[in-house]
């Protein structure tokens, strides 16, 4: 989603909603794939970031392990979601399902959705290197 679009979704009177994993519920954590945990925040009238929701999923509808549709996560109609890393196989889930993804190495959940809503970038994340080999027990996401 691009910052035209962000500013788009605000000025058309519909909510930007965003997650981000957190899996302490305090900072920005990574794999997103395996986070359980999510922090919500929307955009108040004034375009800023208002939590609104958290969600702490059993370990089975992990992203990783949950390939359905129905996931809690794209009921909660997420424009976005923030983490310190992804892999490709959650971030095209994510695009089939209209969610950009940011990667970030910020750890402030409520600063990384700030500037997001002020159409600022954020810190670049560093590389996903999660690497699950070609030997037993490797597979593929989804």
């Known amino acids: 989603m691009t910052n035209r679009s962000v500013f788009a979704v605000l000025n058309t009177g519909k909510s930007m909603r965003i997650a981000v994993t957190s899996q302490n519920f305090r900072t920005i954590t990574g794999h997103a794939g395996k986070s359980r945990r999510f922090i919500v925040y929307e955009a108040n ?3 800023n970031p208002t939590e609104v929701d958290r969600l702490d999923l059993p370990m089975e509808l992990s992203l990783h392990d949950y390939h359905g549709d ?20 959650f971030l ?11 990667t970030t190495s910020a750890t402030d959940p409520l600063q990384a ?6 159409g600022q970038p954020l810190p670049a994340a560093a590389p996903h290197t999660h690497d699950h080999g070609a030997g037993e027990g490797a597979h593929h996401h989804d």
């Open 45 to 47: 009238a004034d375009g």
């Open 70 to 89: 129905d996931h809690p996560l794209f009921e909660l109609k997420l424009n976005g979601i923030v983490t310190q890393g992804a892999g490709t196989g």
């Open 92 to 102: 095209q889930r994510m695009a089939r399902h209209g969610i950009q993804v940011y």
């Open 113 to 118: 959705v700030s500037a997001i809503l002020a």
